[in-house]
């Protein structure tokens, strides 16, 4: 495996896994609840804010070209 495809590995891992998390702190401030026992439901906007960011992330090593790359260009 060279470089590119461990990027593109890592970032589609970490696309889906952060998908995940987002759904799953969205879910939790629909119900009004906190992701941190006893918190305010507000730290689960900011740990949706870090799911949404990580998942941005993860799409651009997904779908980055690298210099070397075999695809075709246009």
């Not at 970490?14 to 879910?27: D, E, I, K, P």
């Amino acid at each position: 495996m060279n470089r590119t495809s461990v990027l593109r590995l890592i970032g589609g891992l970490g696309a889906l896994t952060s998908a995940f998390g987002l759904y799953s702190t969205v879910r939790l401030i629909q119900y009004g609840t906190s992701i941190i026992p006893g918190g305010s439901p507000v730290a689960s906007w900011g740990i949706s804010g870090f799911f949404a960011i990580s998942f941005l992330v993860g799409v651009f090593l997904l779908f980055r070209r690298t210099p070397g790359d075999s695809r075709p260009t246009r």
